[in-house]
T-cell receptor
């Protein structure tokens, strides 16, 4: 099966600019996650979708971050305006059924550098 | 609140020797525990999980992990390390409460370096 696809792989922007990341999960996976992985740390969940509904966005900085999954498949994560501390790898993951502890499948991430 | 600790930033082992990557957790109730591996510039890959049952769990690439409830640990092991096992390893925990909404909490990761 095809894995989780993310684009772009790398992005460099200046602070206060905006940026968007795209994710296409594994076909049939209803649950989609966005994580932020800062260098030297484990992934931190930003937002979790179940189909096109938000399940958990408690750690999403909503003043600058937004995410959507309009048709319950692809998802976009946006940052506007970016800050220096947003430099990180943004990982998208999907899961068939997390309530049954099905594993999460990760994309290769987008590495964001803020100048 | 649930948490995971990986006390070693890096583990060095010679090829062919056994390896152990340590993980301890804190969670209410019986935990769900996971190990993931991350190669450079790649996403995380699932290795194995403990949900219930036998304390020794076998996973991908010859890895196994032992759940120890009294020590609240879930150490990752492999009898004979390969150079290709060199990567960043993450332990993660999920509370049994909350259903699908309950998120995975990841440790800070342990870099495994296997010398030829």
């Amino acid at each position: 099966e095809a894995g989780v696809a993310q684009s772009p792989r790398y992005k460099i922007i200046e602070k206060r600019q905006s940026v968007a990341f795209w994710c296409n999960p594994i076909s049939g996976h209803a649950t989609l996650y966005w994580y932020q992985q800062i260098l030297g740390q484990g992934p931190k969940l930003l937002i979790q979708f179940q189909n096109n509904g938000v399940v958990d966005d408690s750690q999403l900085p909503k003043d600058r971050f937004s995410a959507e999954r309009l048709k319950g498949v692809d998802s976009t994560l946006k940052i506007q305006p970016a800050k220096l501390e947003d430099s990180a790898v943004y990982l998208c993951a999907s899961s068939l059924d997390p309530s049954r502890n099905q594993p999460q499948h990760f994309g290769d991430g987008t590495r964001l550098s803020i100048l | 609140a649930q948490s995971v600790a990986q006390p070693e930033d890096q583990v060095n082992v010679a090829e062919g020797n056994p390896l152990t990557v340590k993980c301890t957790y804190s969670v209410s109730g019986n935990p769900y525990l996971f190990w993931y591996v991350q190669y450079p510039n790649r996403g995380l890959q699932f290795l194995l999980k403990y949900i219930t049952g036998d304390n020794l769990v076998k996973g991908s690439y010859g890895f196994e992990a032992e759940f120890n409830k009294s020590q609240t640990s879930f150490h990752l092991k492999k009898p004979s390390a390969l150079v290709s096992d060199s990567a960043l390893y993450f332990c993660a925990v999920r509370s049994p409460y909350g259903g699908a909404t309950n998120k995975l909490i990841f440790g800070t990761g342990t870099l495994l370096a296997v010398q030829p």
